[in-house]
């Protein structure tokens, strides 16, 4: 494992984490005993993600922000094997294992909020905050439908393996960045430029292909149902923060009917006394105009993840 060392405040270094299948990479804000708080990115972005948000947050804290498998600079899975929020959520398990991690706060954005909610329903003892970027934590499929996703994953995932080895297109720096932003509209330019930083690999004097695993583009093979969902829900612990852009998520559903759901699943965070907000901007609001949200993050960072572990180490 390579953890980066002591650095002075402000600087970034680089994590590499060795996984069974080979290496989990990311990048590290602030100082090495700073409260820790681990970041997870979106669908087919990166640690990059995070870039413009987390120089604004407390400097006492210590954000590990990681490329889960298939992107950025971390490595593929193996052929065969499916990309999963459940597989994502074990990732986070061998990450906080590598590091020592016994109790942190979460940020996650869209699929890395998923990743997040589960993770603190499974292991509520580790989580002490969980801020979701743009997600609901819990995204349940129709009951009815789940029979059409699931057989629509697997298809998808067989049918790729028969194909023989694409070569991937390689593109010049300039239409790298028209394709992702052809491909992500709720990113500006500038934020298109900081998650190509981990998402390009050069082949040629001229050329770039993306780096990441073509199998992410696939459906996610692990779905719950909203009763499963809430269950999962009541099991967390921490505090919550949902932050949602008016623009952003529900725009973005791949499948019609999970939208009757988010109601459910906002009423019943409020219910438990966690905190909703909701803000201008869209899907990348947190990487385009990070000072919007970087106060409600602050706040939950100061006030539920700061304050009690000070008040641990007073009881020491």
């Known amino acids: 494992m390579t953890a980066p060392g002591n650095q002075p405040d402000g600087e970034v270094s680089e994590l590499s984490i060795p996984v069974p299948w080979g290496v989990i990479r990311g990048k590290v804000w602030g100082p090495d005993q700073g409260r820790p708080v681990l970041c997870l990115h979106g669908w087919a972005d990166n640690c990059g993600t995070f870039n413009s948000l987390i120089p604004l947050l407390p400097k006492e804290c210590r954000y590990l922000a990681v490329d889960l498998a298939g992107h950025g600079h971390s490595s593929h899975l193996p052929p065969g094997v499916f990309y999963s929020v459940l597989a994502y959520m074990a990732d986070v398990l061998r990450v906080a294992g590598a590091l020592k991690l016994r109790k942190f706060s979460m940020i996650g954005h869209s699929m890395g909020a998923d990743i997040a909610g589960m993770f603190a329903a499974l292991y509520p003892e580790m989580v002490d905050a969980l801020v979701f970027l ?43 960045v028209k394709r992702l932003l052809a491909a992500n509209p709720t990113l500006s330019e500038q934020s298109a430029h900081i998650l190509l930083e981990r998402s390009l690999e050069q082949v040629e004097r001229a050329g770039f292909v993306f780096s990441r695993d073509l199998r992410v583009n ?12 809430l269950e999962m ?50 899907h990348h609001v947190h990487l385009n105009n990070p000072e919007v949200i970087a106060p409600f993050v602050t706040n939950i960072l100061q006030t539920k993840a700061l304050s009690l572990s000070t008040k641990r180490e007073h009881k020491l």
Do not use: C, W
């Open 218 to 229: 696939f459906k996610n093979i692990h779905r719950f149902t909203l009763e499963q969902s």
């Open 134 to 176: 743009d997600s609901y934590g819990f995204l349940p499929t129709d009951s009815k439908e789940m029979y059409k996703v699931l057989r629509q994953a697997t298809e998808e995932t067989i049918q790729f393996e028969k194909k023989t080895e694409e070569k991937k297109r390689v593109y010049t720096y300039e239409e790298a």
């Open 233 to 282: 829900q009541s099991r967390i612990q921490a505090s919550v923060l949902v932050i949602l852009a008016q623009g952003g998520v529900e725009r973005r559903f791949s499948e019609p009917a999970q939208m009757k759901f988010t109601s459910t699943l906002l009423q019943n965070f409020r219910d438990r006394n966690h905190k909703v907000v909701t803000v201008p901007g869209d």
